[in-house]
């Protein structure tokens, strides 16, 4: 190392040590830039710095990442270039006005992305020496976005009658609208920030409504209730609440928004239809129990009124079964001219009064709904026959004609009931006699319709007699109701015949009318429908009701009848028929001769209604006794209806026979049982019938 002259350093060495520090100083300047850089590279806002006359010598890596385009592409042109161009005009102004204090604030403006897009950023910038600016740029978008949201939201809810409130996502108030203050008394200021339960909800409050809404909101679901609030001066009111989360883009709630409907009214009046229908209930409990006690009043009206006309029919057929019955006997005898006629009469009036009595009862049972139809095998010729023995007679008295005809094409073998058939057909053809005084009555059959399983068969009924005015036929089929007063006087009748016919047609789905002139005679006809049967089905029952003739009966009966007129009958007309018969007083009495008897009895025929013991209770002990339980019991009563043949059956009886007795019927019938018994028996003793 040399010295200068004046004994100091060389003026090298001292150039070295500056040149040096100078070096160390400039590398320390430069490390600190590029740690400034770095930093800034990783700010997520745009750090962008511009010359005197605005184009931009640098952008931080940010700058890609928020506009799509690399800082080298943009660096050298000027900053308007990618400010959307409505906002161009606010940065310039903002650019070209003094920043006071060194920094200046923009309002938000948006930015062109290199894909076109827009974003909205907020501005700050600062002057440097050189005349440029250095500034921020940070993204504002879904701020912009959000705060135009609930502006756009506000101003929707500002316009309904429903009360809205919108919460932050902690649930506290930010805003109302001007439909909650009015409702509630509450404004803005009183409620913003708190949370809407702590407000509104009140003691009587449905808890469980409260629980369910915080729970869905804790899960982030739409949630609807209705809640009792209550306004600021107390009152409360109801609503229906609809609570819904409004989410952010990356799924997390931003606010929720609850929209409330007034429902008081609606609460109000469902609960005076609440009221109103409980007071309904209880008028119609009360209403209820009433009809209940009317119903069972009638019902033991009912039962009375039926076990009233069963008694009744008891009462009165038993003397007409003796009459018919000591008649029937009587014709047998050789008796003169003038008995003989004196007994046909009898015997006639007393038919005559059992069809009147038949008439009211059926009336009776169809009243209270109690006639059903049967469905058996029967020849509509055999019954078109019975007809026409049974009128042709009425008409042969009366010096007119009667003719029975049968269609083309009408089937012989149907099944129904041939019983309320023949009633029906016997009414008409009646009464078409009796009004007729010259010329006949025809009964015509005609097919209708039907096919091989089914047939509609049409009956006509035409006489030539009085016939009816418009005003008569309109009546006609009215219970107790004739053509005029007159009728009754001059022909009789209780006027139920034509009444009791339609309602039979009817049970049978059918249909009945009149066709009429007065002077012109009339056509009474109706339509049904029937199964056909087979052929096969009626070949035993043709031959017994073609043959008039009592059967044979061989067996050991015993009668069971307290009517001494009806024992000597019934013992009269079974010992002409060839059967051995004994009599019992009543049930008590047949118990002991049927248990005592040497030689067993091969049938019972047992009265229904008899004193000590009636007919149901010795069955019942018959059935019971094992040396008797085998012996068929065959009912008689003078109680011919359905539900009384049942309650026959019930009691363990075989067969059911109705009084007044038909001799021809009862021998038919009881020859059946006790060719079964014999058959049993291993017996091969014929048996006529």
């Given at each position: 190392?040399?010295?200068?002259?004046?004994?100091?350093?060389?003026?090298?060495?001292?150039?070295?040590?500056?040149?040096?520090?100078?070096?160390?100083?400039?590398?320390?300047?430069?490390?600190?830039?590029?740690?400034?850089?770095?930093?800034?590279?990783?700010?997520?806002?745009?750090?962008?710095?511009?010359?005197?006359?605005?184009?931009?010598?640098?952008l931080n890596d940010a700058w890609k990442r928020m506009s799509g385009i690399a800082p080298d592409?943009?660096?050298?042109?000027?900053?308007?270039?990618?400010?959307?161009?409505?906002?161009?005009?606010?940065?310039?102004?903002?650019?070209?006005?003094?920043?006071?204090?060194?920094?200046?604030?923009?309002?938000?403006?948006?930015?062109?992305?290199?894909?076109?897009?827009?974003?909205?950023?907020?501005?700050?910038?600062?002057?440097?020496?050189?005349?440029?600016?250095?500034?921020?740029?940070?993204?504002?978008?879904?701020?912009?976005?959000?705060?135009?949201?609930?502006?756009?939201?506000?101003?929707?809810?500002?316009?309904?009658?429903?009360?809205?409130?919108?919460?932050?996502?902690?649930?506290?108030?930010?805003?109302?609208?001007?439909?909650?203050?009015?409702?509630?008394?509450?404004?803005?200021?009183?409620?913003?920030?708190?949370?809407?339960?702590?407000?509104?909800?009140?003691?009587?409050?449905?808890?469980?409504?409260?629980?369910?809404?915080?729970?869905?909101?804790?899960?982030?679901?739409?949630?609807?209730?209705?809640?009792?609030?209550?306004?600021?001066?107390?009152?409360?009111?109801?609503?229906?609440?609809?609570?819904?989360?409004?989410?952010?883009?990356?799924?997390?709630?931003?606010?929720?928004?609850?929209?409330?409907?007034?429902?008081?009214?609606?609460?109000?009046?469902?609960?005076?239809?609440?009221?109103?229908?409980?007071?309904?209930?209880?008028?119609?409990?009360?209403?209820?129990?009433?009809?209940?006690?009317?119903?069972?009043?009638?019902?033991?009206?009912?039962?009375?009124?039926?076990?009233?006309?069963?008694?009744?029919?008891?009462?009165?057929?038993?003397?007409?079964?003796?009459?018919?019955?000591?008649?029937?006997?009587?014709?047998?005898?050789?008796?003169?001219?003038?008995?003989?006629?004196?007994?046909?009469?009898?015997?006639?009036?007393?038919?005559?009064?059992?069809?009147?009595?038949?008439?009211?009862?059926?009336?009776?049972?169809?009243?209270?709904?109690?006639?059903?139809?049967?469905?058996?095998?029967?020849?509509?010729?055999?019954?078109?026959?019975?007809?026409?023995?049974?009128?042709?007679?009425?008409?042969?008295?009366?010096?007119?004609?009667?003719?029975?005809?049968?269609?083309?094409?009408?089937?012989?073998?149907?099944?129904?009931?041939?019983?309320?058939?023949?009633?029906?057909?016997?009414?008409?053809?009646?009464?078409?006699?009796?009004?007729?005084?010259?010329?006949?009555?025809?009964?015509?059959?005609r097919r209708a319709g039907g096919d091989d399983t089914t047939v509609e068969l049409e009956f006509?009924?035409?006489?030539?007699?009085?016939?009816?005015?418009?005003?008569?036929?309109?009546?006609?089929?009215?219970?107790?109701?004739?053509?005029?007063?007159?009728?009754?006087?001059?022909?009789?009748?209780?006027?139920?015949?034509?009444?009791?016919?339609?309602?039979?047609?009817?049970?049978?789905?059918?249909?009945?009318?009149?066709?009429?002139?007065?002077?012109?005679?009339?056509?009474?006809?109706?339509?049904?429908?029937?199964?056909?049967?087979?052929?096969?089905?009626?070949?035993?029952?043709?031959?017994?009701?073609?043959?008039?003739?009592?059967?044979?009966?061989?067996?050991?009966?015993?009668?069971?009848?307290?009517?001494?007129?009806?024992?000597?009958?019934?013992?009269?007309?079974?010992?002409?028929?060839?059967?051995?018969?004994?009599?019992?007083?009543?049930?008590?009495?047949?118990?002991?001769?049927?248990?005592?008897?040497?030689?067993?009895?091969?049938?019972v025929l047992m009265d229904v209604q008899m004193p000590e013991m009636d007919g149901f209770e010795?069955?019942?002990?018959?059935?019971?006794?094992?040396?008797?339980?085998?012996?068929?019991?065959?009912?008689?009563?003078?109680?011919?209806?359905?539900?009384?043949?049942?309650?026959?059956?019930?009691?363990?009886?075989?067969?059911?026979?109705?009084?007044?007795?038909?001799?021809?019927?009862?021998?038919?019938?009881?020859?059946?049982?006790?060719?079964?018994?014999?058959?049993?028996?291993?017996?091969?003793?014929?048996?006529?019938?």
């Amino acid at each position: 190392m040399s010295e200068s002259p004046a004994g100091g350093f060389s003026t090298s060495l001292a150039t070295d040590i500056h040149v040096e520090a100078t070096s160390r100083l400039t590398e320390a300047l430069i490390e600190a830039e590029n740690r400034m850089r770095r930093r800034i590279q990783i700010l997520s806002e745009i750090v962008f710095e511009t010359d005197a006359a605005g184009k931009l010598v640098f952008l931080n890596d940010a700058w890609k990442r928020m506009s799509g385009i690399a800082p080298d592409a943009a660096t050298g042109r000027p900053l308007l270039d990618f400010i959307h161009e409505p906002d161009r005009a606010l940065l310039e102004r903002m650019l070209a006005e003094p920043v006071a204090g060194g920094e200046s604030v923009c309002p938000q403006l948006r930015v062109r992305r290199g894909d076109g897009a827009l974003i909205w950023v907020e501005v700050s910038i600062g002057r440097i020496a050189n005349g440029g600016v250095v500034g921020m740029m940070r993204d504002v978008t879904r701020q912009k976005e959000a705060r135009d949201e609930l502006a756009k939201l506000s101003l929707v809810a500002s316009a309904t009658e429903d009360l809205v409130i919108i919460t932050d996502p902690e649930q506290r108030i930010e805003w109302v609208n001007d439909s909650f203050t009015r409702r509630t008394g509450y404004t803005l200021e009183d409620v913003r920030g708190k949370r809407p339960g702590r407000v509104l909800q009140g003691s009587k409050s449905d808890a469980g409504a409260i629980n369910r809404i915080r729970d869905a909101l804790r899960r982030n679901e739409v949630v609807r209730e209705e809640l009792l609030n209550y306004a600021k001066n107390g009152d409360p009111y109801w609503v229906s609440v609809h609570i819904s989360p409004i989410f952010s883009e990356e799924g997390a709630v931003q606010r929720y928004v609850s929209v409330q409907v007034d429902v008081t009214e609606r609460k109000r009046f469902e609960e005076e239809i609440l009221r109103q229908k409980a007071l309904l209930e209880d008028r119609v409990r009360e209403r209820t129990a009433e009809l209940a006690r009317a119903k069972e009043q009638a019902e033991a009206a009912t039962a009375a009124k039926g076990q009233f006309l069963a008694n009744m029919s008891h009462e009165i057929r038993t003397p007409l079964n003796a009459i018919i019955g000591l008649s029937h006997l009587c014709l047998q005898t050789g008796l003169d001219a003038d008995q003989r006629d004196y007994l046909v009469k009898t015997q006639r009036a007393a038919q005559n009064l059992m069809q009147t009595v038949n008439d009211v009862l059926d009336f009776s049972k169809m009243e209270a709904g109690g006639l059903t139809l049967e469905a058996r095998p029967f020849d509509l010729e055999a019954t078109l026959a019975s007809i026409d023995s049974i009128v042709g007679y009425l008409a042969r008295a009366k010096s007119i004609t009667l003719a029975v005809r049968m269609g083309d094409g009408v089937p012989r073998a149907l099944s129904g009931d041939s019983f309320r058939l023949e009633q029906v057909l016997l009414n008409l053809a009646g009464n078409a006699v009796k009004f007729t005084a010259a010329g006949g009555v025809t009964i015509e059959v005609r097919r209708a319709g039907g096919d091989d399983t089914t047939v509609e068969l049409e009956f006509l009924v035409r006489d030539t007699g009085i016939g009816l005015s418009a005003e008569e036929r309109d009546r006609l089929f009215r219970p107790f109701s004739q053509a005029d007063a007159s009728t009754t006087r001059r022909f009789g009748g209780t006027g139920l015949g034509l009444s009791i016919c339609k309602r039979i047609v009817d049970l049978m789905d059918g249909r009945i009318w009149v066709e009429s002139e007065p002077g012109q005679g009339s056509t009474f006809a109706f339509r049904v429908r029937f199964p056909v049967a087979a052929e096969s089905a009626l070949a035993a029952a043709r031959a017994r009701e073609m043959s008039g003739q009592p059967a044979r009966l061989l067996g050991r009966i015993l009668v069971a009848e307290d009517n001494e007129f009806n024992q000597q009958i019934l013992v009269e007309l079974l010992q002409g028929a060839g059967a051995t018969v004994e009599v019992a007083g009543n049930g008590r009495e047949a118990l002991e001769i049927l248990r005592a008897a040497a030689v067993p009895f091969d049938l019972v025929l047992m009265d229904v209604q008899m004193p000590e013991m009636d007919g149901f209770e010795a069955t019942r002990q018959i059935r019971a006794d094992p040396a008797l339980a085998g012996v068929p019991v065959v009912a008689m009563t003078a109680n011919a209806g359905d539900d009384d043949r049942q309650r026959c059956l019930e009691a363990g009886m075989d067969g059911f026979e109705s009084k007044p007795i038909n001799p021809a019927r009862i021998c038919t019938n009881l020859a059946r049982w006790l060719a079964t018994v014999r058959a049993r028996a291993g017996s091969s003793a014929p048996f006529s019938g």
